[in-house]
Every structure is written in structure tokens, then in C-alpha cells.
Nanobody, 112 residues
């Protein structure tokens, strides 16, 4: 069955960096757009970034543009989100989404 497992979250100081990973299994990873979403405490889940199946095109929310980079390795069935210059407002649970399925999320906390 489809399985998406996020990892790489944690506690980081403002200005720091984290790299999230989403390991996929149970489907043909390279055939699908990959997306990252996040949900901050008390807020709705919001779009962060997506990448086409071949990795040739990406889109970002305005709030993360220039700081976050989405990428994928189709040979490893893994989606990534490199997050730089993190801000307290980036604190959220981050989810990957492919083929209409969601992972369970990984928590990112940006705090001094």
C-alpha cells in the first residue's frame, strides 16, 4: 500500500537550517507530483512547495520563496525539503503529499 514517511524535523534556532525527507513506497514515485504542506498550531494546513514528477519544475508559497528548496531523488523514491533561514513562523508539522496520500508529518520548531 502507499506509504509516506517524513523525517528530519526537530528544534532549530532562528536563522538555522533543516532538511526534511519523505520516503515513499507502494507506488511508482517517479510518476507523481510531490508536495510539502505544513500546519501550524491553531491554523489550517497550508501549501509550502511542489515539484513535478521529473523534478524539472517547482512552485513555492510566497512565505518560503528564496529560503526553502524542494527536490526529489526518483532513484531513491524520496522527496526533500531544504529549509534555510528558518523563522519562528515556520514552526509547524510538515507533511508530504503524493498520489493523493499524506504522510504522518514531522514537527519543526524554530525557537531560541
Amino acid at each position: 500500500q502507499v506509504q509516506l514517511v517524513e523525517s528530519g524535523g526537530g528544534l532549530v534556532q532562528p536563522g538555522g537550517s533543516l532538511r526534511l525527507s519523505c520516503a515513499a513506497s507502494g507506488f511508482t514515485f517517479s510518476s507523481y507530483v510531490g508536495s510539502w504542506y505544513r500546519q501550524a498550531p491553531g491554523k489550517e494546513r497550508e501549501f509550502v512547495a511542489d515539484i513535478t514528477s521529473g523534478g524539472g519544475s517547482t512552485n513555492y508559497a510566497d512565505s518560503v520563496k528564496g529560503r526553502f528548496t524542494i527536490s526529489r531523488d526518483n532513484a531513491k523514491n524520496t522527496l526533500y525539503l531544504q529549509m534555510n533561514s528558518l523563522k519562528p513562523e515556520d514552526t509547524a508539522v510538515y507533511y508530504c503529499r503524493l498520489r493523493g496520500s499524506w504522510g504522518r508529518g514531522t514537527r519543526v520548531t524554530v525557537s531560541s
